[in-house]
């Protein structure tokens, strides 16, 4: 939940692509929904609070510098597992986040839904969202930052899909 900053419409990507944090803007579009599903998941956390359970394994030491933190709000998971986890290697029973086979298989069904022939997957959206913003003017620096790669060229490989037609140019006739 900590890395949702609605109020500034910016969400905080830990660890992704290369191992690295970045922050990447909150569309308006999505943030309606995103905040009722987060009430759904607020929900859930009391309940599992009451039941015993509601902590969260955290990263590194946090959980014996801050004792009480895998409890707290800001520490869930934006999108929990549908049930609490009991293995032993992580310690007390708890929810983890939603398993990434779930999202993989959402994805590949509404890809089929939507009657796509192209294989689509999880990654295909960044590399679509890295065209759009292109697409719509985006500073090519500012699209590195947000995708978080190290070198511009790595970046400029999107710009080959801009191209439109023979010399990426558009015919005078097409204009009327």
């Given at each position: ?124 959206f960044r590399h679509s969202f ?47």
């Amino acid at each position: 939940m900590k890395d949702i900053d609605l109020a500034r419409r910016e969400i905080t990507v830990r660890r992704g692509k290369g191992q690295k944090d970045r922050r990447v803007m909150l569309p308006d579009a999505v943030r309606e929904p995103l905040e009722r599903h987060l009430a759904q998941v607020r929900q859930m956390h009391q309940a599992d609070l009451a039941a015993g359970h509601g902590r969260v394994v955290l990263p590194d030491a946090l959980a014996r510098k801050f004792p009480n933190a895998p409890a707290e709000w800001g520490w869930q998971f934006v999108f929990p597992a549908g049930r609490i986890c009991r293995d032993a290697q992580y310690g007390p029973p708890s929810r983890f986040h939603m398993h990434e086979s779930v999202i993989q298989k959402a994805v590949a069904d509404a890809a089929r839904a939507a009657g796509l022939a192209k294989r689509v997957g999880c990654h295909t959206f960044r590399h679509s969202f890295a065209t759009h913003l292109l697409e719509s003017g985006s500073d090519t620096r500012t699209v590195q930052e947000l995708l978080g790669h190290a070198d511009v060229s790595t970046t400029m490989v999107y710009t080959h899909v801009l191209n439109r037609g023979g010399l990426g140019v558009k015919s005078p006739l097409d204009r009327w």
